[in-house]
């Protein structure tokens, strides 16, 4: 009897317990429906309503995505933040050219080597500078340049798209002594006076995205894992200008230039089409070399105000833009080592005045690792109830 009795109330707790867990499992399931969409994000309390759009915003960029590449030939390292410390260089040049006596004076500035942080993220990577200046050249030669350059770069699947804007106070003649009439004790002649802007956004459209990957050697979420490559094709705007006074053109030079050249403020704005192709070579398997040779086509509007108040403005078509690109890198997985330039080049032609030609760009070594934060981004979004919902 007794056996009979103990029995039963085993019998008893277990169907308790089953039926307890049963619920429970209902609960979770419940709670953890699969969103399939937005819509079937909770919204009918006034709570919910709040909180429907933000966790609709959280819901778009962190859901899983289809893969649209090959993954033969692309590694993509998804929810991981890659933090990189950049030892680099940017450079801001121009070239005021007098088409009348065919002379013309290139204005350099004194490069330095800073140290940054580089943080990429699934589309974008972005260079903050620290501020600690590692070397650069002599002041007393080459002056003292003050600038700002803000280098944004959007990499994309199938586009990219860079972003520049440069301010740079302070430049020396790079071809001072290829004047007779330049007699000094220093190399260069030294123009604090002079300013120069550049803003620029140039984008890519990379036709073969499902195998060749852009962000390998320059925004280091992906990895390339078999040599691969791409034509490019996208559209350019940039705008330059440069001052200096009294003019660009000062004694000594002053003689060797006809009056035309004798510029206080130009500027210049030129928009067009860009056509290229780039390539990665992968060697010894985790070692890539990258080289994109990209050439833009269009035209130019030009203005200039010169130091005795004249102007000048004109439309010219037929101006090029060439642009440079290349990386060499060791790339393990979990941290990776290398270096990379980008170098823009606008040549403008004009066969009734005077005319500028500017270049500009950046060179880097780097080290770089990558961090998981898929559990730590996991775990926030939770405690801000913005999953799990």
Same mark, same amino acid.
């Given at each position: 009897?007794?056996?009979?009795?103990?029995?039963?109330?085993?019998?008893?707790?277990?169907?308790?317990?089953?039926?307890?867990?049963?619920?429970?499992?209902?609960?979770?399931?419940?709670?953890?429906?699969?969103?399939?969409?937005?819509?079937?994000?909770?919204?009918?309390?006034?709570?919910?309503?709040?909180?429907?759009?933000?966790?609709?915003?959280?819901?778009?960029?962190?859901?899983?995505?289809?893969?649209?590449?090959?993954?033969?030939?692309?590694?993509?390292?998804?929810?991981?933040?890659?933090?990189?410390?950049?030892?680099?260089?940017?450079?801001?040049?121009?070239?005021?050219?007098?088409?009348?006596?065919?002379?013309?004076?290139?204005?350099?500035?004194?490069?330095?080597?800073?140290?940054?942080?580089?943080?990429?993220?699934?589309?974008?990577?972005?260079?903050?500078?620290?501020?600690?200046?590692?070397?650069?050249?002599?002041?007393?030669?080459?002056?003292?340049?003050?600038?700002?350059?803000?280098?944004?770069?959007?990499?994309?699947?199938?586009?990219?798209?860079?972003?520049?804007?440069?301010?740079?106070?302070?430049?020396?003649?790079?071809?001072?002594?290829?004047?007779?009439?330049?007699?000094?004790? +220093?190399? @260069? !002649?030294?123009? *604090?006076? #002079?300013?120069?802007?550049?803003? %620029?956004?140039? $984008? &890519?459209?990379?036709?073969? =995205?499902?195998?060749?990957?852009?962000?390998?050697?320059?925004?280091?979420?992906?990895?390339?894992?078999?040599?691969?490559?791409?034509?490019?094709?996208?559209?350019?705007?940039?705008?330059?200008?440069?001052?200096?006074?009294?003019?660009?053109?000062?004694?000594?030079?002053?003689?060797?230039?006809?009056?035309?050249?004798?510029?206080?403020?130009?500027?210049?704005?030129?928009?067009?089409?860009?056509?290229?192709?780039?390539?990665?070579?992968?060697?010894?398997? +985790?070692? @890539? !070399?990258?080289? *994109?040779? #990209?050439?833009?086509?269009?035209? %130019?509007?030009? $203005? &200039?105000?010169?130091?005795? =108040?004249?102007?000048?403005?004109?439309?010219?078509?037929?101006?090029?833009?060439?642009?440079?690109?290349?990386?060499?890198?060791?790339?393990?997985?979990?941290?990776?080592?290398?270096?990379?330039?980008?170098?823009?080049?606008?040549?403008?032609?004009?066969?009734?005045?005077?005319?500028?030609?500017?270049?500009?760009?950046?060179?880097?070594?780097?080290?770089?690792?990558?961090?998981?934060?898929?559990?730590?981004?996991?775990?926030?979004?939770?405690?801000?109830?913005?999953?799990?919902?």
């Amino acid at each position: 009897m007794k056996a009979i009795i103990v029995f039963r109330i085993a019998f008893f707790v277990f169907g308790i317990l089953c039926f307890k867990s049963n619920a429970q499992d209902t609960l979770t399931t419940a709670a953890h429906k699969p969103v399939k969409s937005i819509w079937d994000i909770p919204h009918k309390s006034l709570w919910q309503k709040w909180m429907w759009p933000h966790r609709s915003m959280v819901y778009l960029i962190t859901k899983a995505r289809p893969i649209n590449y090959d993954t033969a030939y692309i590694k993509f390292y998804d929810k991981q933040l890659v933090v990189t410390l950049p030892v680099s260089t940017r450079f801001l040049k121009f070239s005021l050219t007098d088409l009348k006596s065919g002379n013309k004076l290139v204005f350099a500035p004194n490069l330095q080597y800073d140290l940054g942080i580089s943080i990429s993220s699934r589309w974008a990577t972005f260079i903050i500078n620290t501020g600690i200046k590692l070397f650069g050249d002599n002041i007393n030669t080459k002056g003292k340049t003050t600038y700002k350059d803000y280098q944004l770069n959007l990499y994309g699947r199938k586009i990219t798209t860079d972003i520049f804007v440069q301010y740079y106070n302070g430049f020396y003649i790079k071809n001072s002594q290829s004047y007779g009439n330049y007699i000094s004790n +220093k190399p @260069y !002649a030294i123009r *604090s006076d #002079v300013n120069a802007l550049n803003i %620029e956004v140039s $984008s &890519y459209y990379i036709v073969n =995205n499902k195998k060749f990957s852009y962000r390998n050697t320059f925004g280091f979420t992906e990895q390339q894992k078999k040599s691969a490559g791409s034509i490019l094709v996208g559209v350019y705007y940039s705008y330059f200008s440069a001052n200096g006074n009294p003019s660009l053109v000062t004694p000594p030079f002053k003689s060797s230039f006809d009056s035309s050249s004798f510029i206080r403020t130009g500027h210049t704005q030129s928009i067009g089409l860009n056509l290229g192709y780039i390539y990665t070579l992968i060697f010894l398997k +985790k070692c @890539y !070399a990258t080289a *994109s040779l #990209v050439q833009g086509f269009g035209g %130019e509007q030009v $203005s &200039y105000k010169r130091d005795d =108040n004249s102007t000048y403005s004109q439309l010219v078509a037929g101006t090029g833009k060439l642009n440079v690109r290349f990386g060499l890198g060791y790339d393990n997985g979990r941290y990776f080592i290398g270096s990379m330039g980008i170098f823009d080049y606008f040549l403008f032609n004009n066969s009734l005045n005077s005319t500028f030609n500017y270049s500009f760009g950046k060179f880097m070594v780097y080290v770089g690792y990558r961090f998981r934060t898929l559990k730590a981004e996991h775990k926030l979004l939770h405690r801000l109830k913005l999953i799990d919902y």
